[in-house]
């Protein structure tokens, strides 16, 4: 039994390290043609400003191909310009969650969240984006733009807001 110890631990190191080389991977496959002809025919709808209709093809290549990362990052850019931040942040994660190195999901999604407020975690997008980044970036300079805008305006609390409270006189009803 001593005798194979040894064998036995170095097979389960190489074992250990070969199994977990493709963990953490963005998952790479080819996107369907017919999913990806539909984000292109939502990309040219949606520039004619026909916003439902671009979501409707969107979610159709998303039906047809789940994988297809485009149609996740266009709906969320739909979902951003109608001021529904939240839903694009959610969008662009399924995104991320496909490939965790795309640069345009992470700043698309490091301007929702300086749209909801969360400025301190599109800071934590834009470290991600520039280590990702060797070289410069122009969506970088997107999110740094978004970031200071954020941290110019004044923020405001309740307290801040001096409210009077009134109340209307109660009238009796015959």
């Known amino acids: 039994m001593m005798r194979f110890t040894p064998a036995a631990i170095a097979l389960s190191l190489a074992l250990a ?3 977990s080389t493709g963990i953490g991977q963005p998952i790479t496959y080819a996107v369907d043609p017919v999913s990806q002809a539909l ?12 916003l439902d209709d671009a979501i409707g ?7 047809v191909d789940p994988g297809n990362r485009s149609a996740y990052i266009a709906l969320a850019q739909i979902a951003s310009a109608q001021g529904l931040p939240g839903k694009a942040i959610r969008l662009y994660r399924e995104a991320l969650r496909l490939d965790p190195n795309d640069v345009a999901a992470l700043v698309g999604q490091g301007e929702a969240m300086v749209q909801r407020g969360a400025v301190e975690k599109a800071r934590r997008n834009l470290v991600r984006i520039e280590a990702i980044c060797t070289t410069a970036c122009t969506e970088t300079e997107r999110l740094v733009a978004a970031i200071d805008e954020a941290a ?10 001096a409210s009077t409270p009134t109340v209307a006189p109660v009238t009796e009803q015959p």
């Open 17 to 19: 390290t070969v199994s």
């Open 39 to 50: 984000v292109d025919e939502g990309s040219s709808v949606q520039q004619t400003g026909k």
């Open 57 to 63: 093809l969107y979610e159709a290549a998303l039906a």
């Open 152 to 161: 110019a305006k004044p923020v405001l609390s309740a307290e801040a807001v």
